[in-house]
């Protein structure tokens, strides 16, 4: 995909994001609808076979949108973000749902004067950890940080912190590609 169509991508994923997050707050359900998206990125996060499907062409819009409405009943969701689903999905966009919920993330941290940072390391985090991560990129940020976690086994150490158009890479993978190519140029 080159830069363009991530970039495509991206205004629409916010242009959605911004529309629910507007809807929300006008019918004072801002919290609530958070909630749901907090569920449902969840739910993106650790199903691989789910992300796959809403990313695939084999199932049709109609499809896409039975199992995204289905997904949102059983999480109980409001009938804001059910709406919202439902367009989502009939206007094609549904692959494109994960970039949209993240997009509300970081308006609702906005709204709330916090952050929100993205954390991805090798294996989950504890609730310890997470608790004094958030403490220490409070303090480095002087701000509240809403941290998203994301778990990529690859790069087998360490953590990668992203913090807007920020990134902190202290991940072992990095560390040992960068021992790679300095001994390479010895």
């Known amino acids: 995909m080159t830069t363009v169509d991530n970039a495509i991508m991206s205004e629409a994923g916010e ?4 529309a629910l997050f507007d809807l929300a707050e006008e019918a004072g359900v801002q919290e609530a609808v958070e909630t749901d998206v907090d569920a449902l990125g969840a739910v993106l996060t650790e199903s691989t ?3 796959d499907a809403l990313n695939s062409p084999l199932y049709s819009a109609a499809e896409k949108a039975a199992v995204l409405a289905a997904l949102a009943e059983k999480l109980g969701a409001q009938d804001l973000t059910k709406k919202f689903i439902a367009v ?3 206007n094609g966009r549904a692959g494109d749902i ?3 919920l993240r997009a509300f993330k970081v308006l609702a941290a906005r709204k709330r004067g916090a952050t929100s940072a993205e954390v991805t390391t090798a294996d989950e985090l504890t609730a310890t950890q997470l608790k004094e991560l958030t403490a220490a990129l ?3 940020l002087g701000q509240d ?3 998203r976690t994301d ?3 690859d790069i087998l150490g360490g953590l990668i912190v992203k913090v807007g158009s920020r990134m902190f890479d202290s991940s072992l993978r990095t560390k040992l590609e960068g021992l790679r190519n300095t001994m390479k140029e010895a």
């Open 151 to 153: 778990v990529r086994p």
């Open 138 to 140: 409070k303090t480095a």
């Open 88 to 90: 989502t999905a009939g």
């Open 49 to 51: 076979d789910l992300r």
């Open 98 to 100: 994960k970039d949209m």
């Open 145 to 147: 940080v809403d941290i």
């Open 15 to 18: 242009r959605y994001a911004r």
